[in-house]
């Protein structure tokens, strides 16, 4: 089954804490990227990723950091969460190939800092 | 900058045809897409059409590009209580993969 998983699901840490949130996709889709979704401003993307060890910043880059060592997993990093952090995460991998695309996005992962 | 709007909400009787509107910025080859959002979950791709287009259907679901006024809509036929749910569009210039998506419109299909 084709999908995408996004560990934990839920999190609540303290300010200055750092965290990663893990995101594996099975597919083995070139592209990936990070949303965070915030009450009335629909889906920001954070970083994006065009294929292994290609990385870049999305709209809403400032506080977080990326990785693409393989080619199934995009972990988000954190490396001091602070309160404006707060807010549900998306990750999401696509494909596209002869005109057609296809994207996957995982379960979100809602993240309270204190 | 880029920039992509929706309106908040829209109710609907069951049976009845849904017209979800969105307008967008960006002037340059665009991919425009439509997305739906259930309670807890998260997003899935219902549809997208290249700038290139003026109309595409799959099924249930019919998009409409108006390229002069930037304008995209998404057109549900026979709307079930099923289909209610956050609808989000964006935007993607080709060439890049930087996606712009607008507020979502929350559909309500009263039965």
């Known amino acids: 089954e084709a999908q995408v998983t996004q560990n934990p699901r839920y999190l609540i840490t303290v300010t200055g804490k750092k965290l990663t949130v893990t995101c594996s996709q099975n597919?083995?889709?070139?592209?990936m990227s990070w949303y965070r979704q915030d009450p009335g401003l629909g889906l920001r993307q954070i970083y994006y990723?065009?294929?292994?060890?290609?990385?870049d910043k999305g709209d809403v880059p400032e506080g977080y950091k990326v990785s693409r060592k393989e080619k199934r997993n995009f972990p988000l990093i954190l490396e001091s969460p602070s309160p404006n952090q707060t807010s549900l995460y998306f990750c999401?991998?696509?494909?596209?190939?002869?005109?057609?695309?296809?994207?996957?996005f995982g379960p979100g992962t809602r993240l309270l800092v204190l | 900058g880029e920039d992509v709007e929706q309106s908040l909400f829209l109710s609907v009787r069951e049976g009845d045809s849904s017209v979800i509107n969105c307008t967008y910025t960006?002037?340059?080859?665009?991919?425009l897409y439509w997305y739906k959002q259930e309670p807890g979950a998260g997003l899935q791709l219902l549809t997208y059409?290249?700038?290139?287009?003026d109309m595409k259907q799959d099924q249930r679901l019919t998009v409409l590009l108006n390229k002069k006024d930037k304008h995209l809509s998404l057109r549900i036929a026979d709307t079930q209580t099923g289909d209610s749910a956050i609808y989000f569009c964006?935007?993607?210039?080709?060439?890049?993969?930087?996606?712009?998506f607008g507020t979502g419109t929350r559909l309500k299909v009263l039965a």
């Open positions: 999401a991998s696509s494909l596209s190939y002869g005109g057609q695309e296809t994207q996957y």
């Open positions: 597919m083995n889709h070139e592209y």
């Open positions: 990723s065009m294929n292994v060890e290609v990385t």
């Open positions: 960006d002037s340059s080859s665009t991919y």
């Open positions: 059409i290249f700038s290139n287009m």
């Open positions: 964006a935007e993607r210039s080709s060439g890049t993969y930087k996606y712009i």
